[in-house]
């Protein structure tokens, strides 16, 4: 599977940037485009997305895979194009390096309605980049 | 389980940004919500400040965050309710990304 990476260095504990992950409403809050978080399971690792897109709604099922505090944090999109998105927290003095890392799909059928897969593979990596910054600038003071 | 694509987004509430004044020292904005139903903007903003890690402090139709620099305040009728977002702490950038937030979270929270 292709995959996109981005990564920035925060002014900020691990722990502290590490909390934006486990709370899986939070993502709203820092991920484009990204509208709701619903039907949380009480343990937190799965929920139900919708992306607003261009008016267009997109809606679809996550799963956490995997949960090392405060290293890695990891879930998959488990409806339509499959992907897993894998954030990463290395101390680095008093900062912290934060790594984002998206493997996905390339939705063959639609491919040839909307985009090459390159322009495809720029999308994904703006928004990964996007979110590393949103990250940073609200952890940071 | 297939994703799920819908046209229109019948949750959502209409906010559209009336004015805005940006500076070096500080952000301003007013917004307008258009609601079929009544909306509770303490539950709404408490809960995306909580999401943004700030800490809220509510005083009737009023949220004061960041110590104080920043608040938002609303005047609400029974179908729209005019919404005031004042920041002057923070980076520029932190600004746009809070008050984006916070919009967000207007517009589509239930």
């Known amino acids: 599977m292709p995959k996109v990476t981005e990564s920035a260095v925060v002014a900020a504990p691990a722990e502290k940037i590490f909390q934006m992950f486990v709370e899986p409403q939070r993502a709203v809050m820092f991920v484009p485009g990204l509208s709701r978080i619903n039907n949380i399971s009480p343990d937190k690792r799965s929920w139900d997305y919708e992306f607003n897109w261009l008016g267009l709604v997109i809606s679809g099922h996550s799963e956490c895979t995997a949960?090392?505090?405060?290293?890695?944090?990891?879930?998959?999109?488990?409806?339509?194009?499959?992907?897993?998105?894998?954030?990463?927290?290395?101390?680095?003095?008093?900062?912290?390096?934060?790594?984002?890392?998206?493997?996905?799909?390339v939705p063959q059928q639609q491919l040839a309605r909307f985009a090459s897969e390159t322009v495809l593979q720029k999308m994904n990596q703006n928004t990964a980049r996007e979110i590393v910054s949103h990250i940073k600038t609200l952890l940071e003071p | 389980m297939s994703i799920r694509l819908r046209i229109i987004d019948v949750r959502r509430t209409f906010v559209a940004r009336l004015w805005s004044r940006d500076t070096d020292r500080g952000l301003r904005q007013i917004w307008i919500a258009i609601h079929p139903r009544e909306r509770d903007w303490a539950v709404v903003f408490c809960n995306a400040l909580d999401l943004l890690m700030e800490t809220a402090k509510l005083d009737r139709q009023r949220i004061s965050f960041a110590e104080g620099a920043g608040q938002i305040a609303w005047q609400r009728t029974a179908f729209w309710t005019i919404i005031h977002l004042d920041m002057s702490a923070f980076s520029e950038k932190k600004r746009h990304l809070l008050a984006a937030a916070l919009l967000k979270s207007a517009r589509y929270s239930d």
Do not use: H
Request: hydrophobic residues 20%; aromatic residues 12%; glycine residues 6%.
């Open chain 1, 67 to 105: 949960s090392e505090a405060p290293k890695k944090y990891q879930f998959k999109t488990l409806t339509g194009n499959k992907s897993t998105w894998t954030y990463r927290c290395e101390p680095d003095g008093a900062n912290t390096k934060l790594s984002l890392e998206v493997e996905y799909e």
